[in-house]
């Protein structure tokens, strides 16, 4: 059986963009948990965390990940799926995690030339730069803790691909 595979890190790491890749590469199959939240509740990320607040956002979250998570699938999770040491197990559990790491100057210019606002309201309400200085901060440990393996995002996505591709084959081998 070909376990899931969940790509986590922060905004703008390229979950998203490595995931399709990554799925390509090993004819599995690709989904978001933020896309599959959009579509099975007609609203943008940005219209639920308006409406909900972040706490419902979060727990909306939780449930995308449990429902879209399947053998030969790769999964590409929201930034903030890590807070919730739940999700956190979940993933471990099910299958192999990869942190998709990179400094906050690459995050803060790849999402100041592609916002998409409708995906990412401010977390801070601060510059995008500072945002993503104090998200890692907090986040970082979290990432780490979770992940079964870190890659270099700051690459172009088909290497990243590569890199994942052989952590896998190692962790298969050893
Ligand atoms: N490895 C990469 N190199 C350069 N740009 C990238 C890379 N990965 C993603 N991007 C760009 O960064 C932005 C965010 O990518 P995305 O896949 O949506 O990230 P995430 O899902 O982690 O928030 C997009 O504009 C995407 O084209
Ligand atoms: O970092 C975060 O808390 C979030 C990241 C976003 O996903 P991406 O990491 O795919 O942008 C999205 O889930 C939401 O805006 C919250
Ligand atoms: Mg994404």
Redesign the pocket.
């Known amino acids: 059986m070909s376990l899931p595979i969940f790509?986590i890190?922060?905004?703008?790491?390229?979950?998203?963009?490595?995931?399709e890749a990554l799925s390509r590469a090993l004819g599995y199959a690709f989904t978001?948990t933020?896309h599959h939240l959009q579509l099975s509740t007609q609203r943008s990320v940005t219209e639920i965390v308006a409406e909900e607040g972040w706490e419902g956002f979060r727990a909306r979250e939780t449930e995308s990940l449990k429902a879209v998570t399947a053998p030969g699938t790769v999964i590409?999770t929201?930034?903030g799926m890590i807070l919730a040491e739940e999700n956190c197990r979940f993933m471990q559990e099910q299958g192999q995690v990869i942190w998709?790491s990179a400094s906050p100057e690459v995050l803060a210019e790849?999402?100041e030339?592609?916002p998409?606002a409708a995906?990412?309201p401010t977390l801070t309400g601060r510059p995008i730069a500072d945002e993503m200085s104090d998200v890692l901060r907090e986040r970082a440990h979290l990432y780490q803790a979770a992940a079964h393996h870190q890659v270099n995002?700051?690459?172009?996505?088909e290497?990243?691909v590569e890199e994942i591709l052989l952590s896998l084959s190692l962790a298969r081998a050893s």
């Open positions: 790509l890190g922060a905004r703008g790491c390229g979950k998203t963009t490595v995931g978001d933020d590409a929201g930034g998709l790849r999402l030339s592609e998409e995906q990412r995002a700051m690459q172009s996505p290497c990243v």
